[in-house]
């Protein structure tokens, strides 16, 4: 045999062929596993950093777990606001018509809401109590906290037996001044105590 003739192949040494072999038939067990999954085309060579994923998945028969999506996050809190809010933001009001307001069965409309808190004075406490009224209704339906409602009721019934406008007694006037205050206190954002509808210090 000359020097220039090529070697047969059984003059190859046995550990050229084995590594082709085994290099061979990881190819082709990796095209398979990558099949079987549907991560890549068929017949296509996956990369080494996926190849213990697709070889787990195909024999495991399982899929990749959905994303793990978070939850949105709480709603934030809403806090009362003031007569002098509403009044000016008509926009923002969660309802346009107060009802009931006052004895039950009536309403309020949103324009009239808004000419009964222009038109708040101390020298009428009907009026004085309609406006904190109205604005304590509207926080409500906005999601402010609700706790307030047995005052917004006595409110209602007040209004009922002395419509807006009224002349009060010494009594009724110290009773209706005493629920606007509540309201009062609670659209400014105060706390509920023992003694009712308190502002803080």
Known sequence: MGTNERRSEDQVPATSLDTSKKRSSRRAFIKA?????GGVVLGAYVKPSIRSFAIDQAFAGGTPPPPIVPPPPPPADVYPRTIGYWKKHPDSWPVTTLRPFGCSGSSLSQA??????NQASAKDMTKMLAA?????KLNVANGANNAIQPIINDSDSF???YPIGSALGTSDRNRAEQLKNQLDAYNNGGTLTDDGWELED
């Open 33 to 37: 596993g990558a099949a079987l999954t």
């Open 132 to 136: 904190q009224l109205i604005a304590a």
């Open 159 to 161: 209004l009922c037996a």
């Open 112 to 117: 009239d809401a808004l000419r009964r808190l």
